[in-house]
């Protein structure tokens, strides 16, 4: 059974920081993509970064040199370094990843709330 475990969510100002952190299993962690969405109220749920098992990353255009996705193998846990925050970036954030083997896991999300 694969576990993702989120923390780090909150109450932060506009322009302020917050660093998200998604605890797994080193297995998942070495073999697979990691990947943070977040979904906002009335809003479908979107892909906000990725990290591949190699570390290259990827970004959704509205975060791209705001975020930053990285991996400590380690701890066995993702991160999501968010800078520079603004009230659209309030939403739950989701840790997710697809592993080789076609299974889709999800975290239970945290909170993220900018206040204006």
């Known amino acids: 059974q694969v576990q993702l475990v989120e923390s780090g969510g909150g109450l932060v100002q506009a322009g302020g920081s917050l660093r998200l952190s998604c605890a797994t299993s080193?297995?998942?962690?070495?073999?697979?993509?990691m990947d943070w969405y977040r979904q906002a109220p009335g809003k479908p749920r979107e892909l906000v970064a990725s990290i591949a098992p190699g570390g290259s990353t990827n970004y959704a255009t509205s975060v791209k040199g705001r975020f930053t996705i990285s991996r400590d193998n380690a701890k066995n846990t993702v991160y999501l370094q968010m800078n520079s925050l603004n009230s659209e970036d309030t939403a739950v954030y989701y840790c997710?990843?697809?592993?080789?083997?076609?299974?889709?896991?999800w975290g239970q999300g945290t909170q993220v709330t900018v206040s204006s």
């Open positions: 997710h990843t697809f592993t080789k083997y076609g299974l889709d896991y």
């Open positions: 080193r297995s998942v962690l070495s073999d697979n993509a």
